[in-house]
């Protein structure tokens, strides 16, 4: 405390006074109060002083002045001054209360460097939202200078639209103070210096100071964050509505199998077993609910059911279809995620499978139509044959009636019977062989056939038809030509170009020609039928190989029944081959075949003798047997004739048809019948019935042999009562076993 008087003299100092300043009181009395000035404001404190003392009036410290003493040494060091004036008799008189202030002034700074350290802009605000204190960070966060903001009110920081409103939560605040945290979930607003807006976070602290509570708020921008955040939603966004889009059910389990997003399907799907949010529930536990609340159709176990589910949630591999207690039917597919959870969708599959039981029925309906169908045209052919073959029987009994012989008009009349009797059976047996194709009862056995040899028996054939139309015939090979040998079903085969030959011939002109030729395609065959005839018009010739299509042959002359063509070329396929045509309406036609050409040698007699040797048949001692062979193909025949002759004690007789087979096998009784399947009219099958069924045949063992395809059909092998089945080619050393085994018997 130093008192001065009006002529700025000191008149009287305390002890603490001499404390602070280092001086004896004796040496401050009487001396003016500039000597406890620094020097640099001691010319301008007698103004100060002089001011105070004209209008005179209490004057509290802290007036935000920054004062300094001046010590005896010369140091100098912060204070605060109170002035008073004193009336003292006549004399006026100051009193100054001195505080050191060095360690408030400190502190002071350790808070500023704390608020410039600080990582968000920070203002410190008086109650009535004055700014008091800024940091570096709120200067560029504002764009404002420091001194701009000082002294101003916080109102300038905000977009003018919140200002109102501002004053109102400041004045609230300040009335009750308290710490709020960042992260409210108001949206704020800072406005800069140049007007631009900027999305905050601010958090509120009171802090305590001599001057009262003030303020402190800590400004973030989190432009960056709102950006982050906007993305995320897009994305987020767009992931719901790709999940909404998807027409089944979608859930995300996460790894520890807790749904974590759905669609509005699966919430649907999950809804009336699992009431509440379905968030965070696990899959145990929805498919729990869901098994408990019934959804699932036909549970037999309800642990071993979901056991299953688990199982497959958690291994998921293929679908699991679900069948449902509303009579839906879910197809679930699930996939392990990368974060080791599962994404599982539900897809209604009711109407596929609905489909596809409708589709399994109309395919059974329409296999069941068809093989009645094909049963139907079966028995009816047998059926229609019977009285047929009366009809023909005993027309041709009148048409040579020698005993009461018949007009020439009348004899006339029979031949159109005859005529129309043969028409109807070939249409008939035309209309069972097709059926049977279709059913797939037909069975072809290819194996090596010799193309000279089928010609042969082709023109046999086509010969005294081609002789009645005036057509000359060539059928072979042209000289030169090695006999090739292809793969086919004999029978079939001959089929085939007895086809083709009788339409070059029918659909000839009379004093025309007809052709069966061969030419090699690499490793096919080609059997080409040329004629010079009719043709056929180029819009009938796309339907030719379907059935009952005559090309405008309806009406004509030409008997036919619009069959042989697509039986052909079914046969050929089932062969193995294709077939085609050339034709010029008034030129003629070419029809063809094409089939495998067999290049391995026919087996030779000398591959046979080998093993021939070492046979217990081959020795010219003992009992003499008899071998029937039926079988149509003659290079067959010769390759079994071949081997036989080898054996000095057995004899082979052959026949070409299983009809004549049961004849000869009736009278000769052999001790082994080697019977082929595939034969022409009656089968392998059948003819070893007939044998088994009559008591002079019963005992013979049957050896069939037949292609390797055939023995699928065990059962039916088995049934016929074969003794043994061998498949085609014959191998020598199978053949001798069986034949020995069987004739030692
Ligand atoms: P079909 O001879 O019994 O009528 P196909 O199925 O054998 O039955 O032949 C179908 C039709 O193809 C015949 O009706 C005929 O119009 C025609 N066609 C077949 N071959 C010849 C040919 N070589 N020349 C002219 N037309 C033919």
């Known amino acids: 405390m130093v008192v001065v008087d009006d002529a700025g003299q000191i008149v009287l100092v305390n002890r603490q006074t001499e404390t602070l300043f280092g001086f004896e009181r004796a040496e401050l009395l009487g001396r003016p109060i500039e000597a406890l000035i620094p020097e640099r404001y001691r010319e301008a404190h007698p103004a100060h002083r002089i001011h105070f003392t004209a209008s005179p009036k209490l004057r509290p410290m802290g007036s935000g002045l920054e004062l300094f003493g001046r010590r005896k040494d010369g140091s100098e060091f912060p204070i605060e001054i109170s002035l ?33 350290a600080a990582p968000d802009a920070m203002i410190i605000a008086s109650p009535d939202g004055r700014i008091v204190l800024v940091n570096a960070q709120a200067e560029k966060l504002f764009g404002y200078v420091r001194e701009e903001l000082l002294g101003e009110a916080v109102e300038r920081l905000i977009p003018a639209r919140y200002r109102a409103g501002h004053v109102g939560y400041r004045t609230a605040y300040s009335q009750d103070p308290k710490a709020r945290s ?18 905050v976070e601010i958090s509120l602290s009171p802090i305590a100071t001599e001057e009262g509570v003030l303020i ?10 709102r950006k982050t955040e906007a993305a995320a939603k897009l994305a987020s966004e767009r992931l719901l509505s790709a999940l909404e889009s998807f027409h089944g059910a979608i859930s995300l389990y996460d790894a ?44 037999e176990d309800a642990g071993v059911f979901k056991a299953r589910l688990l199982a497959y949630h958690r291994n998921p591999q293929g679908t699991l279809d679900l069948a449902l207690s509303n009579g839906r039917t879910l197809r679930l597919t699930s996939r392990r995620t990368r974060e080791g959870g599962v994404i599982s969708t539900a897809v209604d599959i009711t109407d596929d499978v609905m489909h596809e039981a409708e589709l399994h029925k109309a395919r059974s309906e329409a296999e069941a139509a068809s093989s009645a169908k094909s049963e139907f045209l079966s028995s009816m052919s047998h059926e229609l044959r019977t009285p047929m073959n009366a009809i023909l029987g005993f027309a041709q009994l009148l048409q040579r009636d020698k005993r009461a012989p018949l007009t020439p008009a009348q004899l006339e009349k029979l031949g159109y019977v005859l005529q129309g009797g043969e028409h109807l059976l070939r249409l008939i047996d035309d209309i069972l062989d097709l059926s049977r194709i279709e059913a797939g009862r037909v069975v072809v056995s290819t194996e090596p056939v010799g193309v000279n040899e089928v010609l042969e028996e082709v ?16 059928v072979g090979l042209s000289a030169g030509q090695e006999p090739p040998q292809v793969l086919a079903d004999r029978t079939r085969f001959v089929q085939i170009l007895i086809n083709f030959g009788s339409n070059a011939i029918k659909y000839g002109k009379p004093g025309g020609r007809a052709e069966i030729s061969v030419e090699t395609l690499g490793d096919r065959l080609r059997l080409v039928a040329r004629d010079d005839g009719i043709g056929i018009p180029l819009e009938k010739q796309d339907k030719i190989f379907q059935p009952f299509q005559r090309a405008g042959q309806e009406a004509g002359p030409i008997e036919g029944t619009g069959i042989g063509l697509s039986i052909t070329k079914r046969l050929a396929e089932l062969m193995g081959g294709t077939v085609g045509f050339h034709s010029t309406q008034g030129l003629g036609s070419e029809f063809w075949v094409e089939l495998g050409i067999h290049r391995s040698a026919p087996p ?19 009992d003499s047997f008899l ?30 048809n299983a009809e004549q087979g049961i004849e000869v096998i009736r009278a000769l009784r052999p001790h082994v019948v080697i019977m082929d399947i595939n034969l022409p009219g009656m089968s392998g099958y059948e003819a070893t019935q007939r044998l088994r069924d009559l008591p002079e045949t019963r005992d013979i063992p049957v050896i069939a042999l037949t ?16 003794a043994r089945y061998l498949t085609k080619p014959a191998k020598v050393a199978e053949l001798l076993e069986t034949l020995e085994e069987l004739l030692a018997r």
């Open 84 to 116: 008073s004036p004193l009336q003292v008799g006549q004399k006026r008189l100051v009193s100054s209360a001195i505080r050191n202030v060095t360690l408030r002034r400190r502190a002071e700074q350790k808070f500023r460097a704390l608020l410039e």
């Open 182 to 199: 960042m992260g409210s979930a108001l949206q704020l607003f800072a406005q800069r210096k140049d007007g631009t807006e900027v999305p």
């Open 216 to 225: 402190s708020s800590a400004i973030r921008d989190i432009s960056e964050r």
């Open 256 to 299: 520890e199998d807790r749904l974590i997003l759905c669609n509005s399907t699966s919430r649907a799907l999950f809804a009336p077993a699992f009431g509440g949010a379905l968030l965070n529930v696990t899959y145990a536990e929805l498919i729990g609910a869901c098994l408990d609340k019934g959804l699932f159709g036909a549970v």
């Open 459 to 474: 023109r046999q054939t086509l010969e005294p038809m081609a002789a009645r139309a005036g057509i000359t015939l060539t």
């Open 604 to 622: 030779q007699r000398s591959d046979a003798l080998p093993a021939l040797s070492g046979s217990s048949l081959s020795s010219e001692q003992g």
């Open 627 to 656: 071998i029937v062979y039926v079988e149509d193909n003659p290079s067959n025949i010769a390759f079994m004739q071949g081997v036989i002759d080898e054996l000095p004690r057995v004899k082979l007789v052959a026949v070409a």
């Open 707 to 722: 292609a390797a395809a055939m023995l699928g059909d065990r059962k039916r092998l088995e049934q016929a009562g074969f």
